[in-house]
Structures are given as structure tokens and as C-alpha cells.
């Protein structure tokens, strides 16, 4: 079956870059996005691309993406205090998940050191 | 707009009891999902709707029943009650129309069993 890969944690100081990595095993894999989840709150979207791209920047975030290797990434530059959160990576083949939901990884903590 | 509500934020359960989450949408999506989300585990869908009437099984669909009787209402049942069953659910809502990308998450119900 499908599945998505993140790392746990990731821990920068403030003001720093931030990337985040994601592997997808399902190569029909056509909608890739970035959520967020901060304490307490549901998920919110941060940014998606098509497989047919490569790169897509969108202020602080650049997402890169490495089809031939099923590899997904999530630069945050200038990373802040308020960039603290869970960062979840999903794919799907049809827009917005379709009807069957999207696949989630598992989430990659990030945490933000003074 | 309110987005997407659920309703009760806090549940705690014995073994054996029963309850049912309420989803609330009043972005007129056709389709509705509710996940559980576990320490380390990411989201898991467990069932879904693609409109008003309808309802299929996710990934971990077991024990949990949905229905969906009104186009803006999600219900996810719980007859009874397991520890396993102790999570966060989120509910979400998508449309397939007008090319949107984006799963809209409501707030979260941490439910605990005892």
C-alpha cells in the first residue's frame, strides 16, 4: 500500500533554514501537500505541487520536488518561534485527496531553539 | 464561515460506553472525512462520504460507525468503547469541484477511554 516518510523531529535555532523530508512510495502519486499543525488545532494547509513540478516558492517556503526518487522537501527560511509546530506531508492521486482521503506521514516536530 | 466545527473539543468514556462526535460544515463540500490522529502514527482515515446519504470504510474503519443524513453533518459513532480507541479525530471536508486542492480540518475531539 501506499505509504509516506518523515523524520520525528528536526530542531533549528531561530532564524535559520528549516527543511523538512518527506519519501512517498506510490508513484501514481500526483498531489503532494505540506500541513501544519500547531498545538491544539487541527491541520491547515501550507503549500502543495503537482508532480509535474519541480520546485514551487511561496514567501519563507520553497518545496522540492524529486520525482524519480519519490522525495518531497519543505525549506522554511528565516525560521521563527511561531514556525514551531507539527509538519505533515500528504499524497494523493486525485485533487484535495478525492473521495478516499489523503495518505499522511506521521509528522515532523519542529522545534525552534533561541 | 465557520468552516469546519466538531462538537464536544473533550470526551472521556469507560470501557464499554457509547458516543457519537459530531462534524459540522457550512462550505457546502461534497465530501467528509474523519481520521484519528495517535502519538506517532500520523492521521489514519476511518471512514468517509462523498455526499449526503452515503458513507464507505477507510483505513481503520473497525468499531466506529458513520452517518451522514444531511450534506453539512458527519457523525461518527462509537457503540462501544475501547481503550484502543483513546485519540484525537479530526473531521475534514473537501470539494471535488472547481479545482480545489485542499482539505479543509476542523479543531479536534481528544477523546480518552478508560
Known amino acids: 500500500g501506499e505509504d509516506v516518510e518523515q523524520s520525528l523531529f528536526l530542531s533549528v535555532r531561530e532564524g535559520d533554514s528549516s527543511v523538512i523530508n518527506c519519501t512517498y512510495t506510490d508513484s501514481s502519486s500526483t498531489y503532494l501537500y505540506w500541513y501544519k499543525q500547531e498545538p491544539g488545532a487541527g491541520l491547515q494547509l501550507l503549500t502543495y505541487?503537482?508532480?509535474?513540478?519541480d520546485m514551487k516558492q511561496d514567501q519563507r517556503l520553497t518545496v522540492l520536488l524529486n520525482k524519480k526518487d519519490k522525495h518531497l522537501s519543505l525549506r522554511i527560511a528565516d525560521t521563527q518561534t511561531g514556525d514551531s509546530a507539527i509538519y505533515f506531508c500528504a499524497e494523493s492521486n486525485i485533487p484535495g485527496g478525492g473521495a478516499d482521503g489523503l495518505t499522511f506521514g506521521k509528522g515532523t516536530h519542529l522545534i525552534i531553539q533561541p | 464561515n465557520a468552516g469546519v466545527t466538531q462538537t464536544p473539543k473533550f470526551r472521556v468514556l469507560k470501557t464499554g460506553q457509547s458516543m457519537t462526535l459530531l462534524c459540522a460544515q457550512d462550505m457546502n463540500h461534497e465530501y467528509m472525512y474523519w481520521y484519528r490522529q495517535d502519538p506517532g502514527m500520523g492521521l489514519r482515515l476511518i471512514h468517509y462520504s462523498v455526499g449526503e446519504g452515503t458513507t464507505a470504510k477507510g483505513e481503520v474503519p473497525d468499531g466506529y460507525n458513520v452517518s451522514r443524513l444531511k450534506k453539512q453533518n458527519f457523525l461518527l459513532g462509537l457503540e462501544s468503547a475501547a481503550p484502543s480507541q483513546t485519540s484525537v479525530y479530526f473531521c475534514?471536508?473537501?470539494?471535488?469541484?472547481?479545482?480545489?486542492?485542499?482539505?479543509?480540518f476542523g479543531p479536534g475531539t481528544r477523546l480518552t477511554v478508560t
Open positions: 475534514a471536508s473537501s470539494s471535488p469541484d472547481r479545482g480545489l486542492f485542499e482539505q479543509y
Open positions: 505541487i503537482f508532480s509535474n513540478m
